[in-house]
């Protein structure tokens, strides 16, 4: 009797269980990631939204950091994040509005009661807008970081 070879896969190729396996976990990348980009969750870096690396930096110039600060009635004082399901504006929104709400600091009343409507039991008495500047040289931070006020908002309790 003459032996058979046993039959084999080819080198290298994947079985059935790879084939899925590598199919699932893309879906679920691709699914993340077009979740972080369409609810622009700035939080989910590097997921989160891509845009911000759209546009190249000056090597020599600033990075600004927006913030968000609420005054509560009671005396608090706390840095608010600024998401969509927070006050209705994320950080980049901020940014992009930001001569707008300089010319009419009121509409901040929209986002106090965002907040407000969100985290039942507060009372935001002011809300500030700003920023932290940090210099940049050969693309490097240099020197200290300034803070600085961008606009105050006191609403009707303050």
Known sequence: MQDRPTERPPAGGLGRFGIVLRLTVTAVFLGILLTAQL??????FPLGMLGQYGVARDPDGVVLDTYLVGRFADGRIERIEMRADTVGMTRVEMEVALPELEQDPSRLALL??????QHPGTDLAALEIRQQVHRL????????VEDRLVLAWTGETG
């Open 39 to 44: 609810g622009r969750h700035d939080d989910w």
């Open 112 to 117: 106090e009661a965002t907040y407000e409507a």
């Open 137 to 144: 040289r050969d693309g490097a931070q240099h020197g200290p």
